[in-house]
């Protein structure tokens, strides 16, 4: 699996960054549960150490996932800030009764399960 978060990146498809980082998302949710089990602990640690170095070998997997958890946090403070917009408008009556009607039921409707 360690292998297949890294081969993602060669997929050819159309709309690329988004479909290798959702494959990349389904992956890391299965490693993070088989960290948990120690068998499968150790076989990570032991491709850590056997391929630890060069370009197709642990450090680039650890590279891609530094990078995709830069992109969430990049893209999580984004929307802290579109939040904390969202909020104040709704919160003062004035800016909130000076909205149009079709941009207040956007704006709940792109809120509405954060």
Do not use: C
């Not at 992956?27 to 370009?55: N, S, Y």
Request: charged share 30%; glycine share 4%; aromatic share 12%.
């Amino acid at each position: 699996l360690l292998r297949l978060y890294v081969d993602v990146e060669a997929m050819d498809v159309q709309s690329a960054f988004y479909e290798k980082f959702l494959y990349r998302q389904y992956i890391g949710e299965i490693l993070k549960h088989l960290w948990e089990l120690p068998p499968h602990r150790a076989a990570w640690k032991k491709f850590a150490v056997d391929e630890g170095t060069g370009t197709a070998g642990y450090v680039r997997f650890a590279n891609m996932l530094i990078t995709d958890l830069t992109f969430l946090l990049d893209d999580s403070l984004k929307k802290v800030g579109e939040i904390k917009t969202y909020t104040a408008k709704l919160a003062d009556p004035a800016q909130r009764a000076a909205l149009p009607p079709k941009e207040l039921r956007e704006m709940q409707l792109e809120f509405e399960h954060v």
